[in-house]
Protein backbone atom coordinates (compact mmCIF):
# COMPACT_ATOMS: atom_id res chain seq x y z
CA UNK A 1 0.00 0.00 0.00
CA UNK A 2 1.24 3.31 -0.75
CA UNK A 3 0.62 6.56 1.37
CA UNK A 4 0.98 10.38 -0.03
CA UNK A 5 3.28 12.39 1.24
CA UNK A 6 0.88 14.44 3.18
CA UNK A 7 -0.20 11.40 4.70
CA UNK A 8 3.42 10.26 5.35
CA UNK A 9 3.92 13.46 7.28
CA UNK A 10 1.44 13.07 9.84
CA UNK A 11 1.86 9.49 10.16
CA UNK A 12 5.53 10.17 11.28
CA UNK A 13 4.29 13.42 13.72
CA UNK A 14 2.04 10.62 15.71
CA UNK A 15 4.73 8.16 16.56
CA UNK A 16 6.71 11.05 17.47
CA UNK A 17 3.89 11.93 19.58
CA UNK A 18 3.07 8.79 21.09
CA UNK A 19 6.84 8.21 21.09
CA UNK A 20 7.08 11.07 23.79
CA UNK A 21 4.30 10.12 26.16
CA UNK A 22 4.87 7.08 25.99
CA UNK A 23 8.89 7.86 27.43
CA UNK A 24 7.69 10.80 29.52
CA UNK A 25 5.68 8.61 31.35
CA UNK A 26 8.67 5.74 32.01
CA UNK A 27 11.29 8.32 33.00
CA UNK A 28 7.98 9.75 35.56
CA UNK A 29 7.63 6.91 36.97
CA UNK A 30 11.20 5.83 37.81
CA UNK A 31 11.68 8.98 39.55
CA UNK A 32 8.99 8.77 41.43
CA UNK A 33 5.99 9.97 40.04
CA UNK A 34 7.49 13.61 41.28
CA UNK A 35 5.52 16.00 38.81
CA UNK A 36 2.41 13.77 40.31
CA UNK A 37 1.60 16.12 43.52
CA UNK A 38 2.35 12.52 45.12
CA UNK A 39 3.13 13.04 49.25
CA UNK A 40 4.56 11.04 51.89
CA UNK A 41 3.74 11.18 55.54
CA UNK A 42 5.16 10.09 58.32
CA UNK A 43 5.10 9.84 61.78
CA UNK A 44 7.36 10.03 64.71
CA UNK A 45 7.11 8.39 67.95
CA UNK A 46 9.61 9.83 70.87
CA UNK A 47 10.29 8.52 74.22
CA UNK A 48 11.27 11.86 75.44
CA UNK A 49 10.34 15.58 74.71
CA UNK A 50 11.88 16.73 72.00
CA UNK A 51 13.66 19.75 74.14
CA UNK A 52 15.79 17.02 76.22
CA UNK A 53 18.84 17.74 74.01
CA UNK A 54 19.53 14.04 73.72
CA UNK A 55 18.10 11.28 72.11
CA UNK A 56 14.41 12.63 71.05
CA UNK A 57 16.35 16.29 70.27
CA UNK A 58 18.58 14.51 67.70
CA UNK A 59 15.51 12.37 65.86
CA UNK A 60 13.25 15.41 66.12
CA UNK A 61 16.92 17.65 64.37
CA UNK A 62 16.83 14.71 61.70
CA UNK A 63 12.97 14.80 61.12
CA UNK A 64 13.34 18.31 60.51
CA UNK A 65 16.16 18.50 58.08
CA UNK A 66 14.31 15.61 55.85
CA UNK A 67 11.46 18.26 55.83
CA UNK A 68 13.82 21.03 54.58
CA UNK A 69 15.27 18.22 51.93
CA UNK A 70 11.94 16.64 50.69
CA UNK A 71 8.81 19.62 49.33
CA UNK A 72 6.66 16.32 49.20
CA UNK A 73 7.56 15.22 53.18
CA UNK A 74 4.62 15.77 55.90
CA UNK A 75 5.33 14.76 59.42
CA UNK A 76 3.83 14.58 62.27
CA UNK A 77 5.07 13.24 66.00
CA UNK A 78 3.86 12.79 69.60
CA UNK A 79 6.59 12.89 71.98
CA UNK A 80 7.09 11.44 75.50
CA UNK A 81 5.47 8.16 74.69
CA UNK A 82 5.52 5.56 77.58
CA UNK A 83 6.96 1.93 75.86
CA UNK A 84 3.51 0.55 76.76
CA UNK A 85 1.71 3.12 75.06
CA UNK A 86 3.25 3.46 71.84
CA UNK A 87 0.87 0.98 70.29
CA UNK A 88 -2.06 3.42 70.93
CA UNK A 89 -0.01 6.53 69.12
CA UNK A 90 0.84 4.18 66.25
CA UNK A 91 -2.85 2.57 65.78
CA UNK A 92 -3.67 6.91 65.95
CA UNK A 93 -0.90 7.17 63.13
CA UNK A 94 -2.19 5.07 60.69
CA UNK A 95 -5.37 5.15 61.68
CA UNK A 96 -6.53 9.02 61.76
CA UNK A 97 -2.83 10.62 60.12
CA UNK A 98 -2.89 8.04 57.03
CA UNK A 99 0.70 8.20 57.70
CA UNK A 100 2.76 5.98 54.94
CA UNK A 101 5.02 5.28 57.33
CA UNK A 102 5.97 5.05 61.30
CA UNK A 103 9.08 5.66 63.15
CA UNK A 104 9.41 4.41 66.62
CA UNK A 105 12.35 5.55 68.08
CA UNK A 106 13.10 3.33 71.31
CA UNK A 107 13.95 -0.33 71.90
CA UNK A 108 10.96 -0.43 74.16
CA UNK A 109 8.80 -0.03 70.95
CA UNK A 110 10.14 -3.36 69.03
CA UNK A 111 7.54 -5.83 70.30
CA UNK A 112 4.63 -2.96 69.73
CA UNK A 113 6.03 -2.41 66.18
CA UNK A 114 5.89 -5.77 65.63
CA UNK A 115 2.12 -6.20 66.46
CA UNK A 116 1.43 -2.62 64.29
CA UNK A 117 3.05 -4.70 61.37
CA UNK A 118 0.84 -7.73 61.21
CA UNK A 119 -2.03 -4.78 61.51
CA UNK A 120 -1.06 -2.94 59.05
CA UNK A 121 0.30 -4.40 55.89
CA UNK A 122 0.41 -1.74 53.22
CA UNK A 123 2.00 0.74 56.22
CA UNK A 124 5.35 0.76 56.13
CA UNK A 125 7.09 0.64 59.72
CA UNK A 126 10.98 1.73 61.01
CA UNK A 127 11.98 1.01 64.35
CA UNK A 128 14.95 2.49 65.72
CA UNK A 129 17.51 0.30 67.70
CA UNK A 130 15.67 -2.94 67.76
CA UNK A 131 16.43 -6.40 65.84
CA UNK A 132 12.96 -7.65 64.75
CA UNK A 133 11.98 -7.18 61.31
CA UNK A 134 8.74 -7.69 58.66
CA UNK A 135 7.81 -7.64 55.31
CA UNK A 136 6.83 -4.30 56.02
CA UNK A 137 8.93 -3.17 59.36
CA UNK A 138 12.55 -1.78 59.44
CA UNK A 139 15.19 -1.44 61.28
CA UNK A 140 17.52 1.44 61.34
CA UNK A 141 20.29 2.72 64.30
CA UNK A 142 23.16 4.96 63.78
CA UNK A 143 25.57 3.81 66.53
CA UNK A 144 28.04 4.83 69.40
CA UNK A 145 30.39 2.23 69.96
CA UNK A 146 33.14 3.10 67.90
CA UNK A 147 32.98 7.07 69.34
CA UNK A 148 33.11 5.56 73.16
CA UNK A 149 35.65 3.21 72.40
CA UNK A 150 37.71 6.76 71.27
CA UNK A 151 36.29 9.25 74.41
CA UNK A 152 37.59 6.02 76.67
CA UNK A 153 41.42 6.85 75.25
CA UNK A 154 41.22 10.13 76.24
CA UNK A 155 39.41 9.30 79.43
CA UNK A 156 42.08 6.67 80.28
CA UNK A 157 44.97 9.21 79.18
CA UNK A 158 43.07 11.79 81.44
CA UNK A 159 42.13 10.40 84.98
CA UNK A 160 43.95 11.05 87.37
CA UNK A 161 42.63 8.69 90.58
CA UNK A 162 42.24 5.48 87.73
CA UNK A 163 38.56 5.53 88.76
CA UNK A 164 35.65 6.39 85.79
CA UNK A 165 32.33 6.44 85.84
CA UNK A 166 29.85 5.69 83.90
CA UNK A 167 25.35 6.87 84.26
CA UNK A 168 23.52 3.91 82.23
CA UNK A 169 20.44 3.97 80.93
CA UNK A 170 18.37 0.58 80.78
CA UNK A 171 20.64 -2.51 80.83
CA UNK A 172 19.91 -3.31 77.25
CA UNK A 173 22.79 -4.63 74.74
CA UNK A 174 22.70 -0.80 73.02
CA UNK A 175 23.80 0.20 76.47
CA UNK A 176 26.12 -2.45 77.48
CA UNK A 177 27.86 -2.09 74.12
CA UNK A 178 28.82 1.49 75.07
CA UNK A 179 30.14 0.86 78.25
CA UNK A 180 31.90 -1.77 76.72
CA UNK A 181 33.32 -0.26 74.30
CA UNK A 182 34.35 2.80 76.37
CA UNK A 183 35.85 0.32 79.31
CA UNK A 184 37.95 -0.87 76.36
CA UNK A 185 39.70 2.51 74.91
CA UNK A 186 40.56 3.49 78.71
CA UNK A 187 41.89 -0.41 79.26
CA UNK A 188 44.23 0.07 76.12
CA UNK A 189 45.54 3.86 77.53
CA UNK A 190 45.58 2.91 81.41
CA UNK A 191 45.27 -0.74 82.16
CA UNK A 192 45.30 0.31 85.80
CA UNK A 193 42.23 1.81 85.21
CA UNK A 194 38.47 0.94 86.53
CA UNK A 195 35.26 1.80 85.23
CA UNK A 196 32.10 2.29 87.79
CA UNK A 197 28.06 2.01 86.78
CA UNK A 198 25.25 3.20 87.93
CA UNK A 199 21.92 2.29 86.26
CA UNK A 200 18.86 5.18 86.60
CA UNK A 201 16.49 3.27 84.40
CA UNK A 202 15.26 5.99 82.86
CA UNK A 203 16.09 7.39 79.19
CA UNK A 204 15.09 11.03 80.62
CA UNK A 205 15.87 10.98 84.29
CA UNK A 206 18.05 14.74 85.08
CA UNK A 207 17.15 14.44 88.57
CA UNK A 208 18.55 10.71 88.34
CA UNK A 209 21.53 11.25 86.49
CA UNK A 210 22.17 14.19 88.32
CA UNK A 211 22.36 12.33 91.84
CA UNK A 212 24.26 8.81 89.93
CA UNK A 213 26.88 11.63 88.79
CA UNK A 214 27.05 13.01 92.32
CA UNK A 215 27.50 9.57 93.92
CA UNK A 216 30.40 8.37 91.51
CA UNK A 217 32.24 11.19 91.86
CA UNK A 218 31.64 11.14 95.89
CA UNK A 219 33.22 7.45 95.45
CA UNK A 220 36.13 9.09 93.97
CA UNK A 221 35.80 8.66 90.43
CA UNK A 222 36.99 12.38 88.80
CA UNK A 223 35.85 11.16 85.00
CA UNK A 224 32.48 10.97 83.59
CA UNK A 225 30.35 9.34 81.05
CA UNK A 226 26.95 8.23 80.64
CA UNK A 227 23.99 7.06 78.34
CA UNK A 228 20.80 9.61 79.16
CA UNK A 229 18.93 12.05 77.06
CA UNK A 230 19.92 15.35 79.02
CA UNK A 231 22.82 17.16 80.12
CA UNK A 232 23.14 16.10 83.65
CA UNK A 233 25.92 14.92 84.14
CA UNK A 234 28.07 17.45 82.03
CA UNK A 235 26.55 20.07 84.22
CA UNK A 236 27.49 18.26 87.80
CA UNK A 237 31.00 18.10 85.94
CA UNK A 238 31.60 21.38 85.59
CA UNK A 239 29.83 22.31 88.99
CA UNK A 240 32.59 20.72 90.50
CA UNK A 241 35.34 21.77 87.96
CA UNK A 242 34.62 25.49 88.66
CA UNK A 243 34.87 24.76 92.53
CA UNK A 244 38.26 23.69 91.84
CA UNK A 245 37.60 19.42 91.51
CA UNK A 246 38.34 18.85 87.77
CA UNK A 247 36.17 16.58 86.14
CA UNK A 248 36.40 15.28 82.81
CA UNK A 249 33.03 14.36 81.17
CA UNK A 250 31.87 13.38 77.61
CA UNK A 251 28.58 14.35 76.21
CA UNK A 252 26.35 12.34 74.59
CA UNK A 253 23.92 12.78 71.23
CA UNK A 254 23.66 16.18 70.97
CA UNK A 255 26.56 19.11 71.10
CA UNK A 256 26.68 19.76 74.81
CA UNK A 257 30.20 21.09 75.22
CA UNK A 258 27.98 24.56 75.90
CA UNK A 259 26.91 23.15 79.51
CA UNK A 260 30.48 21.97 80.39
CA UNK A 261 32.89 24.57 78.60
CA UNK A 262 35.88 23.29 81.04
CA UNK A 263 34.62 19.55 81.72
CA UNK A 264 33.14 18.22 78.21
CA UNK A 265 36.63 16.78 76.66
CA UNK A 266 34.63 15.03 73.88
CA UNK A 267 31.67 12.90 73.12
CA UNK A 268 29.45 11.35 70.39
CA UNK A 269 27.13 12.99 68.23
CA UNK A 270 24.39 11.68 65.99
CA UNK A 271 23.10 13.20 62.45
CA UNK A 272 20.16 11.19 62.51
CA UNK A 273 19.01 13.50 59.31
CA UNK A 274 20.92 11.88 56.81
CA UNK A 275 19.68 8.61 57.59
CA UNK A 276 16.02 9.80 57.48
CA UNK A 277 16.96 11.61 54.33
CA UNK A 278 17.70 8.08 52.67
CA UNK A 279 14.52 6.01 53.89
CA UNK A 280 12.07 8.48 53.21
CA UNK A 281 13.75 9.00 49.45
CA UNK A 282 14.13 4.74 49.39
CA UNK A 283 10.15 4.98 50.15
CA UNK A 284 9.05 7.97 48.03
CA UNK A 285 11.10 6.26 44.93
CA UNK A 286 9.94 2.54 45.86
CA UNK A 287 13.29 1.16 46.49
CA UNK A 288 12.64 0.57 50.13
CA UNK A 289 13.41 -2.68 51.87
CA UNK A 290 13.22 -3.59 55.12
CA UNK A 291 16.94 -4.62 55.21
CA UNK A 292 18.20 -3.19 58.96
CA UNK A 293 20.83 0.09 58.82
CA UNK A 294 23.29 -0.12 61.23
CA UNK A 295 25.49 3.21 60.29
CA UNK A 296 28.66 3.96 62.26
CA UNK A 297 30.47 6.51 61.06
CA UNK A 298 32.29 5.47 57.43
CA UNK A 299 28.52 6.24 57.01
CA UNK A 300 28.55 9.69 58.67
CA UNK A 301 25.99 8.62 61.01
CA UNK A 302 27.84 9.43 63.75
CA UNK A 303 30.85 12.20 64.75
CA UNK A 304 33.12 12.45 67.37
CA UNK A 305 33.43 15.53 69.39
CA UNK A 306 31.52 18.23 71.97
CA UNK A 307 30.45 20.55 69.41
CA UNK A 308 30.44 19.62 65.52
CA UNK A 309 33.41 22.06 64.91
CA UNK A 310 35.39 20.43 67.13
CA UNK A 311 36.28 16.85 67.79
CA UNK A 312 38.72 17.58 71.02
CA UNK A 313 38.14 20.13 73.31
CA UNK A 314 41.25 22.60 72.91
CA UNK A 315 41.37 22.91 76.45
CA UNK A 316 42.28 19.41 76.82
CA UNK A 317 45.01 18.84 73.46
CA UNK A 318 47.86 19.77 75.44
CA UNK A 319 47.23 17.02 77.79
CA UNK A 320 46.18 14.25 75.54
CA UNK A 321 49.77 15.28 73.51
CA UNK A 322 51.56 15.05 76.87
CA UNK A 323 50.30 11.22 77.34
CA UNK A 324 52.17 8.76 75.30
CA UNK A 325 51.22 5.28 75.41
CA UNK A 326 53.75 2.46 73.30
CA UNK A 327 51.49 0.60 70.74
CA UNK A 328 51.94 -2.85 68.69
CA UNK A 329 50.65 -0.52 65.83
CA UNK A 330 52.09 2.38 65.60
CA UNK A 331 55.15 2.16 68.73
CA UNK A 332 54.79 4.88 71.23
CA UNK A 333 52.24 7.46 70.11
CA UNK A 334 50.27 10.12 71.95
CA UNK A 335 46.56 9.51 73.11
CA UNK A 336 45.66 12.61 70.87
CA UNK A 337 47.57 10.84 67.91
CA UNK A 338 46.32 7.67 68.75
CA UNK A 339 43.00 9.36 68.81
CA UNK A 340 42.95 10.50 65.50
CA UNK A 341 44.61 7.27 63.83
CA UNK A 342 41.85 5.26 65.09
CA UNK A 343 39.15 7.83 63.66
CA UNK A 344 40.93 7.76 60.35
CA UNK A 345 40.64 3.81 60.79
CA UNK A 346 37.19 3.68 61.42
CA UNK A 347 36.13 6.06 58.39
CA UNK A 348 37.42 3.75 55.62
CA UNK A 349 35.78 1.14 54.02
CA UNK A 350 36.31 -1.24 54.86
CA UNK A 351 36.74 -0.52 58.56
CA UNK A 352 40.54 -0.93 59.23
CA UNK A 353 39.83 -1.13 62.83
CA UNK A 354 37.44 -2.92 65.48
CA UNK A 355 37.16 -1.79 68.94
CA UNK A 356 35.80 -5.29 69.88
CA UNK A 357 38.85 -7.06 68.71
CA UNK A 358 40.09 -10.31 70.97
CA UNK A 359 41.21 -11.35 73.76
CA UNK A 360 38.13 -9.91 75.22
CA UNK A 361 37.49 -11.32 78.85
CA UNK A 362 34.30 -9.93 80.72
CA UNK A 363 34.59 -9.22 85.04
CA UNK A 364 33.35 -12.64 85.13
CA UNK A 365 36.12 -14.75 83.40
CA UNK A 366 34.26 -15.53 80.56
CA UNK A 367 36.31 -15.33 77.29
CA UNK A 368 33.64 -13.19 74.96
CA UNK A 369 35.92 -13.29 71.95
CA UNK A 370 38.91 -15.27 71.38
CA UNK A 371 42.33 -14.17 70.42
CA UNK A 372 42.06 -12.43 66.72
CA UNK A 373 38.80 -12.57 66.26
CA UNK A 374 36.66 -9.75 65.93
CA UNK A 375 33.43 -9.27 66.80
CA UNK A 376 30.31 -9.93 64.29
CA UNK A 377 27.06 -8.02 64.12
CA UNK A 378 25.11 -10.60 66.16
CA UNK A 379 27.65 -10.40 68.72
CA UNK A 380 27.86 -6.36 68.59
CA UNK A 381 23.43 -6.25 68.53
CA UNK A 382 23.34 -8.91 71.66
CA UNK A 383 26.12 -7.49 73.83
CA UNK A 384 25.49 -8.15 77.51
CA UNK A 385 28.50 -8.07 79.55
CA UNK A 386 31.31 -5.55 80.64
CA UNK A 387 34.63 -6.47 80.17
CA UNK A 388 37.40 -7.14 82.43
CA UNK A 389 38.35 -3.67 83.77
CA UNK A 390 34.63 -2.82 85.04
CA UNK A 391 34.29 -2.89 88.39
CA UNK A 392 31.01 -3.06 88.73
CA UNK A 393 28.87 -6.35 88.63
CA UNK A 394 26.19 -6.52 86.38
CA UNK A 395 22.72 -5.81 87.64
CA UNK A 396 20.16 -8.56 88.31
CA UNK A 397 17.49 -9.15 86.27
CA UNK A 398 14.17 -10.71 86.84
Not at 372 to 380: C, F, N, V, W
Request: with cysteine.
Amino acid sequence: MKFGKKTAVLAVALIAVLSLVFFTGCSKGAKGDAASGKEIKAGFVYVGPVGDYGFSHAHHLGKEYAESKFPWLKTVYVESVAESDSLRIIDRFVQEEKCDVVFTTSFGYMDDTITAGGKYPDTKFMHCSGFKQAPNVGTYFADFYQMYYLNGLMAGALTKGDKIGYVAAFPIPEVYRHIAAFSLGIKEVNPKAKVYVKWIYAWYGPDKAKEAAEALIAEGCDTLAFTEDTPAVIEVGQEHTEKGNQIYTFSHYSPMQQYGADSVVSGQLVDWGVMYEKILKDIYDGTWTNEDMFWLVAEKGVALGGTFDEKINAKFVDDLKAEKVQTREFGEITVYDLVEKRLAQMEKTPVEFEPFTGPIVDNEGNVQIKEGEKADKSHLLGIMYYPDNVASKLPKTN
